[in-house]
């Protein structure tokens, strides 16, 4: 503060200003300004400081100006025998007194952690042996954990331990908000309305931070961190009101937030992208002008038959084996791309260990739940195992509000204290992405990661997407794709075959995709993301079954870019073939979705995507599905060609067309399989090879499973069929805290 008037001026300021003693930053300037002056403020010890609850800041002239709480206070007033000057007490709140005593002075009774201890051990929270195993883990850790999060993450204290004993040391009110009789009527109440709009949403999920009150001269606030500067300043300028704070748990603030915005947060996570971008939303399935085409092609179709049949017969025949024999020919040479190089982002040792621990961001897990309970115990180990700093771990199990039964598990599970419980409102759509916007909306990390609940990530799979995204921050790269596999393969015939698939898909086509900057359709799981460009794409459709492949694509249209990274998270392969069909129906179904979707505009999605995008789009959706709904016909009548020879194939296949048919079954089935026996061997599971042999089988199954998607997607196109786990004979958990290479286990 800088008073530039005369001394008689000065004098008449005498207890009548309020002033703030947090620091601050000038319009337009990143620097920031501490307003207490260190020189004045060594005027006075810092124990007459503490105990008058008086601060000297600044001097003007032969003017003291005096910060206290009680400016009309003996100790206050007798601050004028210790100083030379002329002294004018000025009114602040004890909470900027005690920041700005500890900013001069030093914390009180040595280290603020040992401090904080001190209390919870006087408070019977917890023991002195506990403390001291703390502080050995904080001093041996690369980056300044917090002693708190260090004691919760352990064990030893909760949220509201670290709460009360916070507000001990500083001297700050306690609310609780948790416990409140009429908390959920406080923060719904219009009164507060203004105080909420005073910032934007994301600001108080971001500084954990909510609103009590509001009056003319202050605004009332409950925050978990109450040295949280950049917070109190940016609500002391937007308000031009005094910040008075009151500490409270995590929790506490959590449940307070999640009662004032569930309305909002329901209905963010299953129409935000239908409003943003109704035309990228699988909301309506078909649009009027893809039904006139899809109506027109099928008249004509049948005139064409009923004129001519062997004419049209012979147009539709040549048009199959084309798209057939394209989509084959795409999809071998873009896999050759990959199999003979890495056609990804290597991250070494080297590059995680030059990574310092203190700049990592806070990083959000979100692991959508649903009939969970049996995997509950694996998946928390899983996620324990994250080489991340757990301070910095936001990590959200998403619970749909109508499964008891994993609710229950998971309140009874003794989670660590940077998991927390999520639960989703029951409505429709009744999908995963739907579950994955709900817990966006509540996500603080600047970056994110879904995982699945089987899900086994490889324990740095965080530090290599940080190096990754930090490696390409001028390219637009907005995701990260780590590479899925299974940890029982060996279970029976069908997860070998499972196995292989996702080895073909992960070791060689969204590598391929990768390399040549083509769209890439995201795995459902391990995808890691700017957390900032999700907000701005408007997240998952909710209303796509394969939500992940759709926003792969519209990524790529807005002008951001997908990389893959050389690391790996284990799933539990399905052994159950009823299990298993639905998993590939909702799959084959998804990809159609997103086929119609973004076929709406043909023209457009050529110019957002290029020519080689467009083309690779295509091959990788729409000749996904079509290959396996195109197979067994084919399939079919080949073996009629050869085995009855009727008039009718024998005219259509003829010449050209039988050359080229011929060519398409080489290429869709023995080039294919030869292209599963390459995945496996480049993903090290050589024991595949041989079962790699009968992928044909395996895609007689893919058919069914593709015909019964067709058949949803004309009347259920949005249901979601759940997919079962726990179903592994392989017992994880004793190999997950020893076997740092899941794949180990299922050998």
């Not at 947060?265 to 078909?286: G, I, T, W, Y």
Request: proline share 4%.
């Amino acid at each position: 503060m800088s008073v530039d008037t005369d001394e008689r001026g000065i004098a008449e300021l005498e207890g009548k200003l309020f002033i703030s003693l947090r620091p601050y930053k000038l319009h337009g300037q990143s620097v920031w300004h501490d307003p207490v002056e260190l020189k004045v403020a060594h005027l006075i010890s810092g124990e007459m400081s503490r105990a008058w609850q008086v601060l000297p800041f600044q001097q003007t002239g032969e003017f003291i100006f005096v910060a206290a709480v009680d400016t009309g206070s003996s100790a206050a007033l007798s601050v004028t025998e210790f100083v030379e000057g002329k002294v004018i007490l000025c009114r602040v709140e004890l909470e900027d007194l005690v920041h700005a005593q500890d900013r001069v002075y030093g914390l009180l009774s040595g280290l603020p952690d040992e401090r904080l201890g001190a209390y919870l051990i006087a408070s019977g929270r917890i023991s002195p042996a506990e403390l001291s195993a703390a502080l050995q883990e904080q001093r041996s850790a690369d980056t300044k954990i917090k002693i708190g999060s260090i004691l919760m993450n352990r064990g030893s204290a909760s949220h509201w331990d670290i709460a009360e004993a916070f507000a001990m040391q500083r001297g700050l009110p306690l609310i609780d908000l948790l416990n409140g009789n009429n908390t959920a009527a406080l923060f719904c109440d219009p009164s507060l309305f203004a105080a909420w709009s005073l910032v934007d949403e994301r600001f108080w999920f971001r500084h954990l931070i909510v609103p009590l009150a509001l009056d003319e001269y202050s605004v009332t606030v409950a925050m978990v961190d109450v040295d949280d500067q950049e917070a109190l300043v940016q609500l002391q300028s937007l308000t031009n009101r005094r910040v008075r704070v009151f500490v409270t748990g995590y929790r506490d603030v959590m449940m307070a937030l999640n009662l004032r915005f569930r309305k909002e947060h329901e209905e963010e996570s299953r129409m935000s992208l239908l409003n943003r971008s109704p035309e990228d939303s699988a909301f309506k399935q078909v649009s009027r002008v893809q039904a006139f085409w899809l109506i027109g092609f099928a008249l004509a179709l049948a005139v064409g038959f009923v004129l001519n049949s062997l004419v049209a017969g012979t147009v539709l025949a040549a048009l199959v084996e084309v798209l057939y024999g394209v989509t084959s020919i795409f999809r071998l040479w873009a896999m050759q791309k990959s199999a003979g190089r890495d056609a990804e982002f290597i991250v070494t040792k080297a590059d995680i260990d030059s990574i310092p621990l203190t700049s990592l961001p806070e990083y959000t897990v979100l692991v959508p739940l649903y009939r969970e309970a049996a995997v509950l115990p694996t998946l928390t180990e899983a996620i324990k195992r994250l080489q991340y700093p757990k301070d910095r771990l936001d990590v959200k199990f998403l619970l749909e509000e109508d499964d008891t039964e994993t609710i229950a598990a998971a309140r009874d599970a003794g989670l660590p204290n940077y998991i927390e419980l999520v639960i989703v409102p029951a409505s429709e759509p009744r999908t995963k992405p739907k579950a994955c916007n709900y817990g966006l909306t509540k996500a603080r990390g600047e970056y994110l990661v879904i995982f699945d609940a089987e899900d086994i990530p490889e324990p740095d799979q965080l530090l290599k997407a940080i190096t990754v995204f930090r490696q390409n921050e001028n390219d637009q790269l907005a995701c990260v794709q780590a590479k899925l596999s299974y940890y029982n393969e060996n279970q029976n015939i069908q997860t070998r075959w499972f196995t292989a698939e996702y080895a073909n898909w992960f070791e060689l086509m969204l590598p391929a995709l990768f390399t040549l900057r083509m769209p890439i359709p995201l795995g459902g799981s391990s995808n890691h993301f700017r957390t900032a460009v999700l907000r701005e794409l408007g997240a998952w459709d909710p209303f796509n079954v394969t939500e992940d492949a759709d926003l792969g694509v519209r990524l790529h249209k807005t002008g951001y870019h997908t990389a893959v990274m050389n690391s790996v998270t284990y799933e539990e392969a399905n052994s159950d073939f009823v299990n298993w069909m639905r998993q590939r129906s909702r799959w084959v179904k998804g990809y159609l979705q997103t086929w119609l979707v973004h076929m709406r505009h043909p023209i457009r999605l050529w110019k957002e995507l290029k020519p080689i995008g467009f083309f690779g789009f295509q091959a990788t959706i729409g000749g996904t599905a079509l290959q396996f709904l195109l197979n067994p016909i084919l399939w079919g009548l080949t073996l009629s060609w050869y085995l009855f020879r009727p008039m009718f194939l024998m005219a259509v296949f003829s010449g050209w067309i039988f050359y080229l048919g011929s060519l398409s079954l080489f290429l869709g089935n023995v080039a294919f399989t030869y292209a599963n026996i390459v995945g496996v061997l480049k993903s090290g599971r050589w024991s595949l090879a041989k079962w790699a042999l009968l992928s044909p089988i395996y895609w007689l199954f893919m058919s069914i499973a593709s015909y019964k998607a067709l058949i949803q997607l004309i009347f259920k196109p949005s249901y979601w069929e759940k997919t079962v786990h726990g179903l592994s004979n392989v017992k994880v958990n004793e190999h997950l805290l020893l076997d740092q290479n899941p794949k180990n286990i299922g050998a």
